[in-house]
């Protein structure tokens, strides 16, 4: 299992947080993984979905490239 750490999670939060959408489902599924990512700091597991959508919208929206890589090598691991 990869372990994420409290300042990575915080760069997927802010990732998300930049996001401009004015689709209301889109938009209510970003503010849903904000929630859960801040209810995260300590202990944050992604599930294949997960890891599949941030992975998405780091790549369009600027994330951490080694962040973006670990996130990667965690998707390959659950496959």
């Known amino acids: 299992m990869v372990e994420y750490t409290s300042d990575e999670v915080n760069m997927l939060i802010h990732v998300l947080k930049n996001i401009k959408t ?5 938009k209510e ?10 209810q995260r700091h300590k202990f944050f597991n992604p599930t294949r979905d997960m890891l599949i959508y941030i992975i998405d919208h780091g790549e369009k929206f600027g994330l951490n490239q ?10 390959a691991g659950k496959e």
Do not use: F, N
């Open 22 to 26: 004015q689709k209301k489902g889109k």
């Open 29 to 38: 599924k970003i503010e849903k993984t904000i929630r859960y990512l801040d």
């Open 66 to 75: 080694a962040l973006l890589s670990k996130m990667k090598e965690d998707l």
